[in-house]
């Protein structure tokens, strides 16, 4: 069983950063694609930033959503199963419940995909609050 834990919301005032972690557990998960998704609140899932599968020899390759881009930067770290998610320049917009999820459907996926059936396994969300 694939087991998915996030950790690192808070409130945060406009402009400032925040550092989210998500820890898997269960299964190793460097041949898949892993995301973040939020949910603000009166509004669906959405896609955020997401990271394909990766190794020694192989980088791995991301995509953003355009409200986030150039403000999030996701990582991975395969030797501790983990995928983190930076968030600078941080705005109310971006209040929401952030999820990681993993594409366990699609291992090697050069791309990751960015909705939200294609994930099978998702954590219990961390909430961010970015207010004055």
């Known amino acids: 069983q694939v087991q998915l834990v996030e950790s690192g919301g808070g409130l945060v005032q406009p402009g400032g950063s925040l550092r989210l972690s998500c820890v898997a557990s269960?299964?190793?998960?460097?041949?898949?694609?892993m995301a973040w998704f939020r949910q603000a609140p009166g509004k669906e899932r959405e896609f955020v930033i997401g990271?394909?599968?990766?190794?020694?020899?192989?980088?791995?390759?991301?995509g953003a959503a355009d409200s986030v881009r150039g403000r999030f930067t996701i990582s991975r770290d395969n030797a501790k199963n983990t995928v983190s998610l930076q968030m600078n320049n941080l705005k109310p917009e971006d209040t929401a419940v952030y999820y990681c999820a993993v594409d366990l459907q699609s291992p090697y996926e050069p791309i990751p995909r960015r909705q939200e059936f294609e994930y099978a396994v998702w954590g219990q969300g961390t909430q961010v609050t970015v207010s004055s």
């Open positions: 990271i394909s599968w990766s190794s020694a020899r192989r980088g791995a390759n991301t």
């Open positions: 269960g299964r190793t998960l460097s041949n898949y694609s």
